[in-house]
């Protein structure tokens, strides 16, 4: 596969950061946009190729936040590109909450073929994954005839009332903004080093809601769904222990709750199996999906059992969801996941994992590492304690790194998140490596010297 910049230099840093077209932006964006953008650092796309992004001023950078994981087989891949623009000139909107068309079909029999287990599935688009997770709360209440429902803390589930309502990750996605959806109730999420090396953790995590929950707060005949990231994303990539969502699925078939999984980051590909809920062989009853379904266009869908998905017609709709052009962007990106992107994705989170090990040993402020694929996080800790998170030398280093050419994002307290899109290769991991270890060095001479 040959990429728009693979005989350039990448990254390349040709002007001060911000450069002068991208200051101008930046200006008219103070004046226009909604301050309730969160902007990591001023960076001014233009185009994008592979695992490569240009600015408005020519730097070239590379990518590994991938728009925050949802430029799943990179940025233009031309096979997505195409299909793009065959599907733009035949039909871009007719509405398939009201007609028929034949790439919503396709795309809903595939995702319905490939999901989790073997049950029969049915699917419902969206234009997002808050859409989703809205979505999959209507019909968990729909089907089971229950209000009630469970969440984690840590998780991030979107912004919209019901999304917002289920997570339990900052406080500043809800400040200003109750009453919320009543009726949801959090629990711990089964996280931290211990989580992953003390027998029985996830399912004593599991235990903890019947005993907080079930039996103090809310009778499990009264609960319609438990929602969970089979990795957390936004709340720090935690990855559970290995009984944990076993355990779940175990709680949900005795009481006759639904088990929803939330996939809008962890999902397609990501983290080396297609679904993250397969890395424990479980099968869900709902299937939140977005994200890295559509390479960048804009879609969302639930996949459910089919004898879930039991709502009358009219019950629930989407104007934009399912859209034809982003459906046979999403039917492109399956391809090229099932095509060797998804193995790749584990292979080259195997390399990193092996690179911040490395890092680890050098650099004293480089903590925990949690990884599962390309989905993969590092915790940046006090120098003398690996425990203290220190969340001001994180951002500082997502600083350093854009400025060295390098795209990173921050999640959880104080770890940095590194998600790039699938076709990313061994050389360019190695590079992304190299600059990190660059400018932890730099941090700590620069602390030193203070």
Request: hydrophobic share 40%; net charge neutral.
């Amino acid at each position: 596969m040959k990429w728009q910049f693979d005989n350039c230099t990448v990254p390349s840093i040709k002007s001060e950061l911000p450069g002068p077209k991208a200051q101008a932006l930046l200006e008219r964006d103070q004046r226009f946009m909604s301050p309730s953008y969160t902007r990591a650092y001023p960076l001014v796309v233009a185009r994008g190729s592979g695992a490569v992004i240009e600015d408005v001023d020519s730097n070239l950078f590379l990518d590994f936040t991938a728009g925050i994981a949802v430029a799943s087989t990179g940025h233009c891949h031309p096979h997505v590109v195409a299909a793009i623009q065959d599907q733009a000139a035949k039909l871009i909107h007719m509405s398939g909450t009201d007609f028929y068309y034949q790439p919503q079909i396709d795309l809903a029999q595939r995702l319905a073929e490939l999901a989790p287990g073997s049950s029969p599935k049915r699917v419902f688009y969206t234009n997002s994954g808050a859409e989703a997770l809205e979505a999959a709360l209507k019909l968990a209440r729909w089907h089971t005839g229950r209000s009630r429902a469970i969440a984690f803390f840590g998780a991030f589930h979107g912004r919209t009332y019901g999304a917002m309502s289920l997570s339990g990750s900052k406080v500043v996605h809800r400040r200003g903004f109750s009453p919320l959806v009543p009726d949801i109730h959090h629990v711990p999420y089964p996280r931290g080093p211990e989580a992953l090396t003390t027998p029985g953790f996830g399912r004593k995590a599991v235990e903890h809601i019947e005993e907080s929950i079930f039996r103090r707060i809310a009778p499990p005949e009264e609960v319609a769904a438990v929602f969970v990231e089979p990795i957390q994303g936004e709340g720090g990539y935690h990855v559970p222990p290995p009984d944990f969502l076993p355990a779940l699925r175990e709680l949900c078939d005795r009481h006759g709750i639904l088990l929803v999984t939330d996939e809008v980051q962890s999902g397609m590909g990501r983290t080396g199996k297609l679904f993250a809920v397969q890395h424990w062989n479980v099968e869900p009853d709902i299937v939140c999906l977005a994200k890295g379904i559509a390479s960048g266009m804009p879609l969302g869908a639930i996949i459910a059992r089919g004898d879930v998905m039991d709502w009358p017609p009219g019950s629930h709709a989407s104007t934009f969801g399912g859209n034809p052009v982003s459906c046979r962007a999403a039917l492109a990106t399956l391809d090229l996941l099932e095509g060797g992107y998804t193995a790749n994705a584990f292979q080259r989170g195997e390399q990193l994992r092996k690179g911040f090990a490395e890092l680890q040993g050098k650099h004293r402020v480089a903590g925990d590492v949690r990884a599962l694929g390309l989905m993969t996080a590092l915790d940046i800790v006090e120098e003398g304690d690996s425990l203290k998170p220190n969340p001001a030398l994180r951002d500082e280093i997502v600083q350093a790194s854009f400025r060295d050419g390098l795209l990173l994002l921050g999640c959880g307290e104080s770890a940095i998140r590194f998600c790039p899109p699938l076709c990313i290769t061994a050389a360019q991991v190695g590079t992304a490596l190299r600059i990190l270890d660059g400018v932890l060095a730099r941090c700590k001479e620069e602390s030193l010297a203070v």
